[in-house]
């Protein structure tokens, strides 16, 4: 699902974020943070998304991860269309603060192809390879660059 609020409609824009929180972040230029979505019970890293100020509000203050896409300029919620939720446990800044770790109970893919994770499919290292570095050729991460948004894509049956 998509929504704006009257306060707080897309990176710097006002927003309901606490102000002893936002002092802290460290903002890219677009004045969005990466947020990494991890399961809280076994630690699997699920996807990386995008949040400004007022997705991280949305995000601690309703128990569900709301992220901002940077196709669609706008905010969604993980599941909204598709079922494949995000209930929030706990939500941490990296030591720089500009990095966003949530914790989260996944219901169904989090992925948009409609994998568990983001980073099953293209493995380029794998432990125990001998650090050869994968293969890495030409091809092999094919349409990497178009997906630079990809997280954002809250296509109904397709892992959001």
């Known amino acids: 699902m998509t929504s704006s609020s009257p306060t707080g409609g897309g990176p710097g824009r006002p927003s309901r974020l606490a102000p002893e929180i936002a002092d802290r972040l460290k903002r890219s230029a677009d004045g969005l ?11 699997e890293v699920l996807m990386l998304g995008w949040m400004d100020d007022e997705a991280l509000h949305r995000t601690l203050t309703t128990g569900r991860c709301t992220y901002w896409s940077r196709s669609r300029r706008e905010y969604w919620v993980k599941g909204d269309t598709s079922g494949h939720f995000q209930w929030v446990k706990s939500v941490a800044l990296d030591c720089d603060a500009d ?10 893919a989090a992925c948009h192809t409609g994998t568990r994770t ?16 994968g293969s890495g050729g030409p091809g092999d991460s094919e349409g990497s660059e178009a997906t630079e948004d990809a997280a954002g894509a809250d296509v109904p049956g397709a892992g959001q």
């Open 99 to 108: 990095t966003v770790l949530v914790k989260v109970d996944q219901v169904g």
């Open 33 to 43: 943070l990466p947020a990494i979505a991890q399961q809280y019970d076994t630690g």
């Open 118 to 133: 983001c980073f099953d499919t293209d493995v380029l290292l794998a432990e125990g390879s001998g650090g050869s570095g």
